[in-house]
C-alpha cells in the first residue's frame, strides 16, 4: 500500500525556519517525482515543489524561490522541504505527492499525481 506521511508542521515567527519531512513508503521511491503543495483557506491549492528521486533535480514555485529548498534521501525514502524567512502568506497546510517519474524528463507540478499525504499545518504568525 501506498502511503505518504508530512511532519515537521507547527507555529513559527514570521523570518523564522521550519524544515517538513516527507516519508514514503509502498512504491518504488528511486522512480518517482515527489510534489509539496499547499492550501490556504479560501484560497486555490498551489504547487510549492517538486524533485526527481533519482537525481535530486528539482523545480520550485515562483514565491518560494531563494527561501524554500527540496532534498531527499534515498537511503530513508524521504523528501525534505527546508523552509527559511517565513511569511505570514506561507500560511497553509502543506502536502506530498507522488507520481511516476517520467524516463529523462524533469518533475512538473502539472503531472498528475495519483498518492497524496493528509498534510501537515504550518502557521507562520506576524
Known amino acids: 500500500e501506498v502511503q505518504l506521511v508530512e511532519s515537521g508542521g507547527g507555529l513559527v515567527q514570521a523570518g523564522g525556519s521550519l524544515r517538513l519531512s516527507c516519508a514514503a513508503s509502498?512504491?518504488?521511491?528511486?522512480?518517482?517525482?515527489i510534489g509539496w503543495f499547499r492550501q490556504a483557506p479560501g484560497k486555490e491549492r498551489e504547487a510549492v515543489s517538486c524533485?526527481?528521486?533519482?537525481?535530486?533535480?528539482?523545480w520550485n514555485g515562483d514565491s518560494v524561490k531563494g527561501r524554500f529548498i527540496t532534498s531527499s534521501d534515498n537511503a530513508k525514502n524521504t523528501v525534505y522541504l527546508q523552509m527559511s524567512s517565513l511569511k505570514p502568506e506561507d500560511t497553509a497546510v502543506y502536502y506530498c505527492?507522488?507520481?511516476?517519474?517520467?524516463?529523462?524528463?524533469?518533475?512538473?507540478?502539472?503531472?498528475?499525481?495519483?498518492?497524496w499525504g493528509h498534510g501537515t499545518q504550518v502557521t507562520v504568525s506576524s
Open positions: 509502498g512504491f518504488s521511491f528511486d522512480d518517482a517525482w
Open positions: 505527492a507522488a507520481a511516476p517519474a517520467l524516463p529523462n524528463y524533469g518533475c512538473s507540478p502539472l503531472y498528475e499525481y495519483d498518492y
Open positions: 524533485i526527481v528521486s533519482s537525481d535530486g533535480s528539482t
